[in-house]
Structure formats: C-alpha cells, structure tokens
C-alpha cells in the first residue's frame, strides 16, 4: 500500500502561484510514475501532469504545459506541483497519484485508470 498526501492548494488571483506537494509513504519503492490529476465541480477528472520517479520523462497536458512544472524528491518521498501563470480554469481538485507501471508516453500517463494509488485532493481556487 501506498499513502498520499496532498498540500498547498487555496486561493490566489490569476496570473500567480501555487506549488503542490504530495508526500508519499508506506511501500513507495513499487511507484514509478507519480501523478497530478485534477478535477473542476460537473466535470471529469483530467490528467495535468506525471513524471518517473526514476529520473525518466515527465509528461504534461497541453492545458498546462509551460506553465505548470512536475518534480520529485526520491530521497523525501515527496512529488511537487510549481503552477504559474494561473487562470480561473485551473480551478479544481488536484489529486496525485502513484502507479506502479513505468509510462514512456504522455498519452499512457494520461490515464487515470493507469494509477493504483491517489490521495485526497487539495483544493485549488483562482479568481479573475
């Protein structure tokens, strides 16, 4: 089992900043790809960004590439979120989630389904 924790959501103007950060424990040696999904009230959940944890690809929507980046922090256990530039339909839920498949492409990484662990989700407002 895998245990996510999200942090760092809340509310900023458009055009700022937010990093998320998701702190991973338990047996966090079998994720290989780390997630962020997230989700806007009536909406599906979206892919927004997934890296390897073994320092491979990292792999972004076209929503938020430029300017959201994906990290991690092997050592710590933790995968960050930097969001910039931030506009009103970045607002949602944001998740992370951990998968024990190793994904090569944004279009496998994409997949929610692909994921075998999420945390609860921190929440993201920005207003115009």
């Known amino acids: 089992q895998v245990q996510l924790v999200e942090s760092g959501g809340g509310l900023v103007q458009a055009g700022g900043s937010l990093r998320l950060s998701c702190a991973a424990s338990?047996?966090?040696?079998?994720?290989?790809?780390m997630g962020w999904f997230r989700q806007a009230p009536g909406k599906e959940r979206e892919f927004v960004a997934a890296?390897?944890?073994?320092?491979?690809?990292?792999y972004y929507a076209d929503s938020v590439k430029v300017r959201f980046i994906i990290s991690n922090d092997n050592a710590k256990n933790t995968v960050s979120l930097q969001m910039n530039s931030l506009k009103p339909e970045d607002t949602a839920v944001y998740y992370c989630a951990a998968s024990n498949v190793y994904y090569y492409t944004t279009s496998a990484a994409r997949s929610a389904a692909g994921y075998d662990y999420w945390g609860q989700g921190t929440q993201v407002t920005v207003s115009s």
């Open positions: 890296i390897n944890r073994s320092g491979g690809g990292t």
């Open positions: 338990g047996r966090t040696f079998s994720s290989l790809t």
